[in-house]
């Protein structure tokens, strides 16, 4: 490797020789790693290449997390179950990959992001393979949330990878491609899986992940960066456990709340689980040595506010996408084919605006980003609750798009402010304790905007019901809004300063 390379990012192949005449014989993989990384390091491309690279090990993960919701009659009459059992096909793994996150994001900043996204990637392929074989309803639940379990690490090891390979000002940029895949992937599912399943068979989407998450392994071996293993610094086995505790109780009250009703003992004791767990969490954190999650961050306003918006925007954004589908069956009696022809105009929008709001947020700041995002999502609530039978599918579309843009916005700046307010060795806890609130207010958006629906129907009809539920999305929305108001822009690399120089905010500035 030739002297001038900054090899920090690497690494280090070291080969010991029992004598100087003897000729240590290195593994053909090590050296085709050296080659590839040896060709690469010095183009300028590199980060781009990096960025391409861990997006698609990310799709190849994401993709399948929702996209058996829409087969799951056909997929329980295919293994002899009912459909109750086999939607936990969908929840087991949403409730596996939210939970396993902090854990899996806090192994990376231990024991290197490289080494957690490749046995990630991995576990994905195994469980990819095993999910195409199963024999039952209970070994296809079983193989789906393992897999989603170990492959909650591809999340954060990723964020922590990208963001490591670019400087501070530039990495909203590389956050609007991630945000594309990361957001984008299992809304595709949604959207894709229904089609793939009638031609195919849902084992078949399956058989192709392993190919996929396979090559998504390799490629990440050769070409992703390694970073430095923190020794003297012990896992949080506690935080970790009272973290999981607490999270999988409240998604399993939101999620199975309206199922087994509100009152049952199971959805009662979950909720009164819930936020022992989280305080028990903040009193171990405060007084363990090498904490999950350091509470410092939390007084952080990039680090908190950007989350919270997440949190409230996605609430309505998935929410709404998963209302839709039904409102136009049930009310407009659409067809499958013509309903998936319309949704697709969200992620389209999203996929489109995500990389483009990237480079735009380098101009006017984070957060003006997030707060146009976040008051575009409002806006598109606001328009499907106008929506009757009668209304033009263009405006089923735009208000869709609105959706897409506004998300599209406001994630890339939101990730890269929350990124840039903690220490790069907290990059891989940080951006998975961002990804389970994220989930938090996806499964509270699904959930309580299908229970407003489903509640109001017999009391003011069908198109009303769906509008309280869109209005419900548009006030959590609104939230988002006000969140997004507190982040503060990063200050960007003054006229004349070499390139990747900042100027950043103080922390102080940076806490509430």
Wanted: with cysteine.
């Amino acid at each position: 490797m030739r002297n001038d390379v900054d090899d920090s990012h690497f690494e280090e192949l070291s080969i010991d020789a029992p004598g100087a005449d003897e000729v240590a014989v290195v593994p053909w993989p090590l050296l085709l790693r050296e080659r590839v990384v040896e060709k690469m390091a010095d183009s300028p491309r590199y980060p781009w290449v990096v960025l391409a690279v861990a997006l698609f090990g990310l799709f190849s993960v994401g993709f399948t997390i929702t996209i058996l919701s829409v087969s799951i009659p056909r997929i329980a009459e295919d293994l002899g179950s009912d459909t109750s059992t086999v939607t936990w096909v969908v929840t087991g793994p949403l409730l596996a990959f939210a939970v396993a996150g902090p854990a899996m994001g806090k192994l990376g900043d231990l024991y290197g992001h490289r080494r957690l996204y490749a046995f990630s990637m991995a576990c994905v392929c195994v469980f990819a393979g095993l999910t195409a074989l199963s024999w039952s309803a209970g070994s296809l639940i079983l193989f789906r949330t393992l897999g989603a379990a170990t492959g909650a690490g591809v999340g954060p090891a990723s964020i922590a990878i990208i963001n490591r390979m670019f400087p501070r000002e530039r990495r909203v940029q590389a956050m609007g491609y991630w945000s594309m895949v990361g957001a984008g992937g299992p809304v595709l599912g949604v959207v894709m899986g229904g089609p793939i399943v009638e031609t195919f068979g849902w084992r078949w989407i399956f058989i192709a992940q392993v190919p996929l998450t396979f090559a998504g392994l390799i490629l990440g071996l050769l070409v992703l960066p390694t970073t430095e293993r923190r020794f003297g610094t012990r896992f949080d086995f506690a935080g970790a456990g009272i973290l999981a505790v607490g999270a999988t109780s409240l998604l399993f009250a939101i999620n199975r709340g309206p199922l087994f009703g509100w009152s049952n003992p199971a959805i009662v004791i979950s909720f009164v689980i819930a936020p022992l767990a989280f305080v028990l969490f903040v009193i171990v954190e405060q007084r363990v040595e090498h904490p999950l999650l350091p509470l410092a961050y939390v007084r952080r306003r990039n680090f908190s506010f950007s989350i919270a918006t997440q949190f409230f925007t996605n609430f309505a954004y998935m929410g709404g996408f998963v209302i839709t589908p039904i409102f136009l069956e049930s009310v407009f009696g659409y067809p499958e084919t013509k309903v998936g022809g319309l949704m697709i105009a969200r992620p389209l929008a999203f996929a489109i605006t995500g990389p483009l709001a990237g480079y735009a947020t380098i101009r006017v700041g984070e957060r003006r980003s997030a707060v146009t995002g976040a008051l575009l999502v409002v806006g598109s609530m606001v328009a499907l609750s106008t929506v009757a039978p009668g209304s033009s599918d263009l405006v089923i579309i735009a208000a869709l798009a609105l959706s897409g843009v506004g998300l599209g916005c406001s994630s890339p700046a939101l990730t890269a402010s929350m990124a840039n307010a903690v220490d790069e060795r907290d990059l891989g806890v940080a951006g998975a304790f961002q990804q389970m609130m994220t989930q938090f207010g996806v499964v509270l958006g699904i959930q309580l905007m299908q229970t407003v629906a489903l509640v109001q129907t017999d009391s003011v009809g069908e198109v009303e019901a769906y509008g309280q539920a869109y209005l419900l999305a548009a006030v959590v929305a609104t939230a988002g809004v006000v969140c997004a108001s507190f982040v503060r822009s990063t200050r960007r690399r003054a006229e004349g300063a070499p390139e990747g120089a900042l100027v950043r905010e103080p922390e102080a500035a940076l806490a509430s």
